[in-house]
T-cell receptor, first 116, second 113 residues
Framework: DVKVTQSSRYLVKRTGEKVFLECVQDMDHENMFWYRQDPGLGLRLIYFSYDVKMKEKGDIPEGYSVSREKKERFSLILESASTNQTSMYLC???????????????FGPGTRLLVL | AQSVSQHNHHVILSEAASLELGCNYSYGGTVNLFWYVQYPGQHLQLLLKYFSGDPLVKGIKGFEAEFIKSKFSFNLRKPSVQWSDTAEYFCAVKPLGGQNFVFGPGTRLSVLP
């Protein structure tokens, strides 16, 4: 079974703090993704990475950065947290394009972040 | 830009009722299609997927979906819902050969016992 884990289920931070969200997958997947999930908006892609040290902006990258130093780990960084970044953050991984399994994405449990 | 729409924001059904959740996408090329489900307090999990072949696909827990290419639709169905089907359902599209998924806004299903 694919397992995607996220470092925290719940986080409370103050405005202006630097926030690190970590994601680890154990299936040797090339692709990893960070989304935020907000009611009525579905999942919106923040950043993704298709290889170590590679990153691509998604639909809403402003205010975020990412790091992928190892294949299994993908970190999301909020450089200076703001109240509008209060949300549920989901990490996902998938095999590379053409690898089979239809490139299905597998999700972690999510981190619910509250910025005060 | 690609987009995915889901017809209903919130659906309320009684147990044993039939379910159909609508999903339409806008993309001119070949796509892979997915339905994901998120049960209360749990992570998103794959319900079913379509890549090619028979446009009627069966998933877990008695769900099925039909791909109608001419309508750019991928509707989710279940003949008889149970209380345990209460969840949020997301339709997603991935262009063939592309890296990224595009998710719909989700439909919340509440099944009354």
């Amino acid at each position: 079974d694919v397992k995607v884990t996220q470092s925290s289920r719940y986080l409370v931070k103050r405005t202006g703090e630097k926030v690190f969200l970590e994601c680890v997958q154990d299936m040797d997947h090339e692709n990893m993704f960070w989304y935020r999930q907000d009611p009525g908006l579905g999942l919106r892609l923040i950043y993704f990475s298709y290889d170590v040290k590679m990153k691509e902006k998604g639909d809403i990258p402003e205010g975020y950065s990412v790091s992928r130093e190892k294949k299994e780990r993908f970190s999301l960084i909020l450089e200076s947290a703001s109240t509008n970044q209060t949300s549920m953050y989901l990490c996902a991984s998938s095999p590379r394009v053409g690898a089979g399994d239809g490139e299905t994405q597998y999700f972690g449990p999510g981190t619910r972040l509250l910025v005060l | 830009a690609q987009s995915v729409s889901q017809h209903n924001h919130h659906v309320i059904l009684s147990e044993a009722a039939s379910l159909e959740l609508g999903c339409n996408y806008s993309y001119g090329g070949t796509v892979n299609l997915f339905w994901y489900v998120q049960y209360p307090g749990q992570h998103l999990q794959l319900l079913l997927k379509y890549f090619s072949g028979d446009p009627l696909v069966k998933g877990i827990k008695g769900f099925e979906a039909e791909f109608i290419k001419s309508k750019f639709s991928f509707n989710l169905r279940k003949p008889s819902v149970q209380w345990s089907d209460t969840a949020e359902y997301f339709c997603a599209v991935k262009p063939l050969g592309g890296q990224n998924f595009v998710f719909g806004p989700g439909t919340r299903l509440s099944v009354l016992p």
